[in-house]
Antibody, heavy 113, light 112 residues
Framework: QVQLVQSGAEVKEPGASVKVSCKAS????????INWVRQAPGQRLEWMGW????????KYSQNFQGRVTITRDKPATTAYMELSSLRSEDTAVYYC??????WGQGTLVTVSS | EIVMTQTPLSSPVTLGQPASISCRSS???????????LSWLQQRPGQPPRPLIY???KRFSGVPDRFSGSGAGTDFTLKISRVEAEDVGVYYC?????????FGQGTKVEIK
C-alpha cells in the first residue's frame, strides 16, 4: 500500500535551516508529485509547495518564497523540504502528501533559542 | 488563491444525531478535466489528517458509510448521519483543483 514515511522531529535555533525527508513507497514515484503542508499549533493546514516526482519541477507558496526549497531523489523515491532562516513562527508539524488521500505521519519542527 | 470558508467552526452534537458541515470556495472548483477536486479530511488531536472524501462525494477505502459528501461548483457539504464518539475531531475541506492547495479553517465536532 502507499506509504509516506517522514524523518524525525527537529529542534532548531532561530536563523538556522531544517531539512525534512519523505520516503515514498507502494506506488510509482515518478507518476505523482509530492506536496508539503504545515500546521502551526492551533492553526489550519497551510500548503507550502509541490514537486513533480519525475521532472523535479516545483511550485511554491508565495508565503514562503525564497525560504523553502523542495527537492527529490528519484532512485531513493524520497522528497525533501528545506526551510531556511527559521523563526519561532515556523514551529509547526510539517507533512508531506502525495494528494489529499495520502499523507505522511508528520514531522514536528520546533524553533527555539 | 482560492479561499475556502467553512461553517460552523464548532459543532456540538449528541451521540447518534446527525452533523453537517458546509464549505464554500471563492471560485468554482471544477477543473478543466471536468473533475472537482474537493476533499474532506478528519484530524484527531495529535494525529495527521485522515482522508475521508475525495471528488466531492467518493469515500476513501475504510471510511464508514455514515460519512457522505455532496455539492457542486462552490458549495459543498459533509454529513455524518449518526455521530459516534470516535468522530470527535476537526474536519477540514480542501481543494486541489488549482495551486496553491487551500484548506478551510476547520470545524470542531464535539459531543454535547
Amino acid at each position: 500500500q502507499v506509504q509516506l514515511v517522514q524523518s524525525g522531529a527537529e529542534v532548531k535555533e532561530p536563523g538556522a535551516s531544517v531539512k525534512v525527508s519523505c520516503k515514498a513507497s507502494g506506488y510509482i514515484f515518478i507518476n505523482y508529485g509530492i506536496n508539503w503542508v504545515r500546521q502551526a499549533p492551533g492553526q489550519r493546514l497551510e500548503w507550502m509547495g509541490w514537486i513533480n516526482g519525475d521532472t523535479g519541477d516545483t511550485k511554491y507558496s508565495q508565503n514562503f518564497q525564497g525560504r523553502v526549497t523542495i527537492t527529490r531523489d528519484k532512485p531513493a523515491t524520497t522528497a525533501y523540504m528545506e526551510l531556511s532562516s527559521l523563526r519561532s513562527e515556523d514551529t509547526a508539524v510539517y507533512y508531506c502528501a502525495r494528494d489529499p488521500g495520502q499523507w505522511g505521519q508528520g514531522t514536528l519542527v520546533t524553533v527555539s533559542s | 488563491e482560492i479561499v475556502m470558508t467553512q461553517t460552523p467552526l464548532s459543532s456540538p452534537v449528541t451521540l447518534g444525531q446527525p452533523a453537517s458541515i458546509s464549505c464554500r470556495s471563492s471560485r468554482s472548483l471544477v477543473h478543466s478535466d471536468g473533475n472537482t477536486y474537493l476533499s474532506w479530511l478528519q484530524q484527531r488531536p495529535g494525529q495527521p489528517p485522515r482522508p475521508l472524501i475525495y471528488k466531492i462525494s467518493k469515500r476513501f477505502s475504510g471510511v464508514p458509510d455514515r460519512f457522505s459528501g455532496s455539492g457542486a461548483g462552490t458549495d459543498f457539504t459533509l454529513k455524518i448521519s449518526r455521530v459516534e464518539a470516535e468522530d470527535v475531531g476537526v474536519y477540514y475541506c480542501t481543494q486541489a483543483t488549482q495551486f496553491p492547495w487551500t484548506f478551510g479553517q476547520g470545524t470542531k465536532v464535539e459531543i454535547k
